[in-house]
């Protein structure tokens, strides 16, 4: 019975540290042209046959810079953004920018509780607890209370005022150095905010698939190789009303389940209501998306 406990724990343990090494990536539009192969009438996904036109480009999520000047770079996002130099942030997590404050801060922060809690503790003794006879005992001058200290917030020095915390992000930019930001020099796209609206809902989705599929493989007593990097490509057709009409598997990560999840994750989150017109031909939308699962 205890040796099955234990071996519950480290399935857990495992599991988790295969989920805190995840990021939800390469979001991408392909602008192509697609042919449909025979009998597409059928039940079964239809199976497209690829012809690109252009090059893929990668919607990526930024920190704003000041400079706004268009540039070449492969990055579609927000806005254009430019930056002297390109950083991700090294903490993986839906995406959020570095706050202002001190990186230390949240330790100030339970030190500075811990003081007031034993302030109290012995502010609320009395001299009959500890044997004192009250009219012998010498008065003691009530201190005058502290001012309130500001509580220093979580973040970096050069962080953005209206954030808190450290940096975060879920893209897999493999070509980017770590850094505390993510600052990325980025093209503004027409259709980023429609790229948004499913990346949110999917993120609601794609962890906890992940590790339900985690769980099934380790109790299955089968490994994943490590430091690998693990991409399930998907091609997605939606209808005028944000429908999915189907889902292909573009390209596989070699483990079936992590494939599974990637779809599952997809047929969760939809519908996706309003597809910009722009991008529908004869009534559909297409869009390439990629899941990554760093191991």
């Given at each position: 019975m205890e040796q099955t406990k234990n071996k519950n724990i480290l399935y857990v343990l495992i599991a988790a540290s295969f989920i805190i090494h995840m990021a939800i990536s390469w979001m991408s539009l392909s602008d192509t042209k697609f042919s449909l192969l025979p009998n597409a009438d059928e039940p079964k996904p239809i199976r497209m046959k690829l012809m690109p036109t252009k090059e893929l480009k990668q919607i990526v999520q930024s920190q704003k810079s000041l400079d706004n000047t268009k540039n070449d770079s492969?990055?579609?996002?927000?806005?254009?953004?430019?930056f002297a130099r390109e950083t991700k942030a090294s903490t993986v997590g839906v995406f959020k920018a570095?706050?202002?404050?001190q990186r230390n801060a949240l330790n100030q922060k339970t030190r500075q509780v811990s003081k007031q809690k034993t302030k109290r503790k012995f502010k609320n003794i009395k001299l009959s607890d500890i044997g004192i006879n009250q009219k012998t005992a010498p008065k003691v001058l009530k201190?005058?209370?502290?001012?309130?200290?500001?509580q220093t917030r979580k973040g970096l020095k050069n962080g953005d005022v209206k954030s808190s915390g450290l940096g975060r992000t879920n893209d897999f930019l493999a070509d980017i150095p770590l850094g505390d930001f993510t600052k990325l020099n980025t093209q503004e796209y027409e259709y980023y905010g429609f790229y948004h609206r499913i990346r949110q809902k999917l993120e609601q989705f794609w962890g906890l698939n992940i590790q339900e599929q985690a769980n099934k493989i380790f109790k299955q007593g089968r490994s994943i190789a490590s430091d690998s990097n693990l991409i399930t490509g998907l091609t997605i057709?939606?209808?005028?009303?944000?429908e999915i009409v189907d889902i292909v598997l573009k390209s596989t990560s070699g483990v079936k389940e992590l494939d599974d999840a990637a779809v599952e994750s997809f047929n969760q989150a939809g519908p996706f209501p309003n597809p910009p017109k722009g991008m529908l031909q004869n009534g559909k939308a297409t869009i390439d998306w990629g899941f990554v699962v760093n191991t």
């Open positions: 492969k990055l579609l996002s927000e806005k254009n953004n430019t570095a706050g202002k404050g201190k005058k209370k502290q001012a309130k200290v500001v057709r939606l209808n005028e009303r944000g």
